[in-house]
């Protein structure tokens, strides 16, 4: 039998008990309710229905998938649910858990503003009249983002034009207590002169106005947007893997 150490009501008790993480804090939205689950040094977080099927958690990860094997026993976790985890292999859900995926990535954050890049200056807000536009080049550049106009998580998108067309965007998808960037992307024929680098940096610079810290996630084996993520100075890192219960 699994024992859980602790039950956790409401953001701010969960929020404590991660030690105010920046990954919990990213995920964790203002006004929104969560319940927690600590058990060993990990911490797990599920969303309510309207909300979120799935939850998060921090810490380290056998705690952390014995916590989701206690709560699938007790169906508060049911199959389709997504998790995002602590990084860890399959062999450690052997006889624990049983997903129909399992993907690594990382969430990265700074605290510092980046250093100032070339065509910086051409990043600026969105409004609804471009979400044609935006339409479009996510169908072209980046046709598996989660982030599209609309989205109820998108607070605002912003985007570099040359000639009057659209050729790269990103969303402020800042619901947490930290900013956080995603979906950013730039048209396949304007890729190797520096716009992902200046579409990032002024981001990052107009949330870190309203924000202590900026955060995004990207996939380890993307080495090129890794390499640029560190130098615009998102050198924190937090390891996860996301899996579907199945």
Known sequence: MI????VLQGRDAVLAAAGHHPYARAVLWRGLEARGYQRDGAVLWVFPPEHSNGGDAIGPAEPAIEICAALVADGVLRPGQPLHLPRHGRELLSGRLTVS??????FLWTGTPPPEQP???????????????LEALIDEAFPT?????GDPRVVDWYGIRAGGRL???????SRGDIGFLAGLTVAPDQRGRGLGAALTAGMTRALLARHDTVGLGVYPDNVGAVRLYRRLGFTNTHHLTSIRLA
Do not use: F, Y
């Open 3 to 6: 024992i859980i150490d602790r």
């Open 119 to 133: 065509d910086e200056q051409r990043v600026v807000r969105l409004t609804g009249a471009d979400n044609p536009a």
């Open 167 to 173: 050729v790269a965007c990103g969303a402020d998808r």
């Open 101 to 106: 995926r399992h993907d690594d990535w990382d």
């Open 145 to 149: 983002s989660t982030s599209r106009p």
